[in-house]
């Protein structure tokens, strides 16, 4: 989407939603801005395993926009699938224990934020039982309420806003993005294997909370595993290109942008697992598949685990010496933890990479075959699949904003993302509209703050966007 001239249009599409029109098949798409920054550390094809930690942690702070309500306090007892809060403005939506065990303590903030609940697991965990029989035969509104009492609700998130969807709407597609492009992400394949028919269950379920199209989308430069390629009841794309090729956000502007007062789905493989769990074995069942890489993990590998859990079993004596950070989630998007913090409720790796506090000389004028970059300005570019050791040095700090065409070359979207930033911060709604925000996250947008030159936080300033027009449409 572009505006010229103070008029807005698409390029290359036609929303078919508006006629209740539905293209269904199949394309094949290839982007070609984007950027792929290969680093050291992706995590080997083999499941390792560690000694069972029993400090779980949930953080309201994993839900934007959210503002939590307790039904929980320290001392009591829970079973994995209890409420341990809902939202304050939409009380459906519960937010329930991983597993059983202990409320231990509950950390607040500032002005009495909530920030973390902490709980002591049990040994064996025993799940609260629900009974969702003949589940095949469910319509819509039972399906929703089903997920909303048990606490899956929260894994299914809307565009635009990139929120928990609203479950009063609905939505016109669901995307489901079945490859990660962002460095060093998880490999689905490898992760769902043998999960082909409980994947299948949940693309049953998932596919009708709408009346459009459901998307799976697949990595167009890889063989997807059978339980994507051969999925059946859904629209099965490919994308090919370097990252983002993998954000929901790009896929669903190349198959079905989002206009004002529209909405999109968007829920990751894993979670539709434990969708079809809930509904087959009527457990509230979030164990999950991690990857535990970067450049300082000795023995990059794969990890069956839980929602919430620390992580400090998966790194102790598992790291190179050294300063270095962990961050839960992807080098571009993810959150800086502590060593015994715990995993991110949207998160599937847990990434190790050096701190950059040491000098450098000459800093990022100093040539080599070392240094990753985008242009030329590095013997570099002669090696485009060399991996590289980076550490969290910005190179840099922030300068004045200047126009020099970097976003544009990793952001395969019609979007004139310079001047939405701008837009942005003179808070001028309209523009921002007409200029494509509801078509972004701050995921999206991720390469554009990596490369840039003044060293903007690109990420934080969508968000700001993004929630500015929350409250303008409130």
Request: charged content about 25%; aromatic content about 10%.
């Amino acid at each position: 989407m572009f505006c010229f001239k103070g008029i807005k249009y698409r390029s290359k599409f036609i929303n078919l939603h508006a006629k209740n029109v539905y293209y269904s098949m199949s394309k094949n798409i290839k982007l070609k801005k984007g950027l792929n920054i290969n680093l050291v550390g992706e995590a080997d094809k083999v499941y390792a395993s560690v000694k069972f930690n029993k400090n779980f942690v949930i953080k309201p702070t994993d839900f934007h926009n959210l503002t939590p309500k307790l039904v929980v306090k320290v001392g009591d007892k829970v079973s994995a699938g209890s409420p341990l809060f809902f939202d304050k403005y939409n009380d459906k939506v519960n937010f329930c224990s991983p597993v059983s065990g202990e409320i231990t303590e509950i950390v607040r903030g500032a002005k009495r934020r909530i920030l973390e609940l902490r709980i002591n697991s049990d040994d064996i965990i025993s799940y609260k039982k629900f009974d969702f029989k003949n589940y095949e035969n469910f319509s819509r509104e039972q399906l929703v309420s089903a997920m909303l009492e048990s606490g899956l609700w929260p894994f299914i998130k809307q565009r635009p806003y990139d929120v928990i969807a609203n479950h009063i709407d609905v939505p016109k597609a669901i995307v489901i993005s079945a490859f990660k492009s962002a460095p060093l992400s998880i490999d689905n394949d490898f992760a769902l294997y043998g999960m082909d028919d409980l994947f299948q269950k949940g693309l049953d379920i998932i596919s009708k909370l709408t009346n459009g199209i459901t998307h799976l989308n697949l990595d167009g430069n890889t063989n997807s595993s059978k339980a994507f390629s051969e999925a059946k009841g859904v629209q099965i794309n490919k994308f090919s290109g370097p990252h983002p090729a993998g954000n929901v956000g790009v896929q669903i502007h190349h198959l079905d942008p989002i206009n004002k007062g529209e909405s999109v789905w968007c829920v990751e493989p894993q979670d539709i697992i434990a969708i079809a769990r809930l509904f087959s074995e009527g457990k509230f069942d979030v164990s999950r598949i991690i990857s535990v890489c970067g450049s300082q993990v000795l023995k990059p590998r794969y990890y069956r685990t839980i929602l919430g859990a620390c992580i400090s079993n998966f790194l102790v004596d598992n790291l190179h010496d050294g300063d270095y950070r962990v961050i839960s989630g992807n080098v571009l998007t993810g959150e800086k933890i502590n060593i015994d913090g715990n995993l991110g409720f949207y998160d599937t790796q847990i990434t190790v990479i050096k701190e950059g506090n040491e000098p450098e000389f000459l800093g990022w004028a100093l040539p080599g075959f070392n240094k990753f970059s985008l242009s030329r300005s590095f013997f570099s570019w002669l090696t485009p699949t060399k991996k590289y050791d980076i550490s969290t040095n910005m190179r840099g700090e922030e300068r004045a904003y200047v126009v020099t065409g970097q976003y544009d070359k990793v952001l395969p979207m019609d979007i004139f993302i310079q001047q939405l930033i701008k837009s942005i911060m003179i808070e001028d709604v309209e523009m921002m509209e007409n200029l494509g925000i509801y078509e972004l996250s701050p995921e999206d947008v991720a390469l554009c703050e990596f490369v840039c030159t003044s060293k903007i936080e690109v990420q934080s300033l969508i968000r700001d966007g993004l929630d500015l027009l929350i409250k303008e449409n409130s």
